[in-house]
């Protein structure tokens, strides 16, 4: 089974920034895709940001210019940079992976207030 560990998370002021880490239990290149989804409390979980292996990104316009996911195989981690944060922006985040199916991490609180 495939394991995914978020970490990173915390209490920031808005304006604030924060570094969201995903480790996986082996490497990351046999992941198509690999992404960083959102829930907040009475939404539904919300497709934030994507990353291929070939290093292509996609974001969700209401992070666009404000966050940025990478990967590092070295470490077999994938990343999400959260800058400018907002208080829309308080959720509990989840890692995300996909090979032939779907892995989820257990998430990470995020919350953004003064």
């Known amino acids: 089974q495939v394991q995914l560990v978020e970490s990173g998370g915390g209490l920031v002021q808005p304006g604030g920034s924060l570094r969201l880490s995903c480790a996986a239990s082996r490497s990351i290149w046999s992941f198509a895709i690999m992404g960083w989804y959102r829930q907040a409390p009475g939404k539904q979980r919300e497709l934030v940001a994507t990353?291929?292996?070939?290093?292509?990104?996609d974001y969700a316009d209401s992070v666009k210019g404000r966050f940025t996911i990478s990967r590092d195989s070295v470490k077999n981690t994938a990343h999400l940079q959260m800058n400018d944060l907002k208080p829309e922006d308080t959720a509990v985040y989840y890692c995300h992976a996909t090979s032939s199916r779907a892995y989820w991490g257990q998430g990470t609180q995020v919350t953004v207030s003064s």
């Open positions: 990353i291929t292996s070939g290093g292509s990104t």
